[in-house]
């Protein structure tokens, strides 16, 4: 069958797992994270599915002891679930949260290492693949015996003198990207959905998608080595806020 051409660019990021070793995975998982907040329709998936399904609660079911006293990690059956606790558990990794080397090291032991990173692709990154494209599909598979009911949202108010300060300093960089001849055209387009995207999000008033969408900004926002300053700066914002750490 021949993929969507909408999901080549998500197919390649899972691919690149599969070629990489657990002493390089920082690369996929940063390349993976960077596409899914990019694109307008891979981030409308993930966000929902925050929504839905918040990490932090379905990283606590996933975790569980069995009756040997060892620490397990199990997968929930519904897509969405299934999405936001992998795709929070990468953001994890990528924030040094979590160690992804104990992680996989703990979860999938192995003989050799790369024996555990291949368990780790074969039971985290292929479910992810295929849940992310039933639901971008629209065939997702959510058993109503597995799917709970949605957590309340958490409206913690972005202040309005915050949201202003932030917008000043995305106007900033959304102009000097603009004004920047030493990137390439690609590279400006990125960035500028980005910026302009994360304006949209931080008017919305959720900080769980806030605090995704600011690893896309800012790791492409860095290649530019233009906004240092600007990056910062709404760096201090957003930790001052809470809204990443």
Not at 87 to 100: A, C, Q, R, T, Y
Not at 157 to 168: A, L, N, Q, R, V
Not at 178 to 184: E, P, R, Y
Not at 199 to 226: C, Q, R, S
């Amino acid at each position: 069958m021949e993929m969507n051409k909408d999901l080549v660019m998500f197919q390649e990021s899972i691919n690149l797992f599969f070629s990489s070793r657990l002493i390089l995975i920082e690369k996929p998982i940063s390349n993976i994270l960077n596409i899914l907040v990019s694109r307008p329709d891979y981030f409308s998936i993930i966000g929902e599915c925050a929504r839905t399904a918040p990490f932090r609660s379905e990283y606590k079911k996933a975790l569980f002891h069995n009756n040997s006293n060892e620490a397990r990690f199990s997968l929930p059956k519904s897509d969405i679930q299934i999405v936001s606790l992998i795709v929070g558990l990468l953001f994890e990794f990528d924030k040094s949260n979590i160690s992804p080397t104990d992680f996989i090291n703990n979860f999938f032991p192995g003989v050799k290492p790369h024996d555990s990173y291949v368990k780790f692709c074969d039971c985290i990154i292929r479910p992810l693949e295929i849940s992310f494209k039933n639901l971008y599909l629209g065939v997702a598979i959510n058993p109503s015996s597995e799917v709970s009911a949605p957590e309340p949202t958490i409206t913690s108010s972005i202040p309005d003198k915050t949201k202003d300060e932030c917008s000043y300093w995305i106007n900033l960089m959304i102009d000097s990207v603009i004004g920047d001849n030493f990137i390439s055209e690609t590279l400006r387009n990125d960035c500028l959905k980005l910026l302009k995207g994360f304006l949209h999000v931080i008017d919305n008033d959720d900080p769980i998608i806030l605090d995704a969408m600011w690893i896309g900004l800012y790791h492409t926002l860095i290649k530019t080595n233009n906004c240092l300053r600007e990056i910062k700066e709404l760096q201090l914002l957003l930790e001052k806020f809470g809204v990443i750490k």
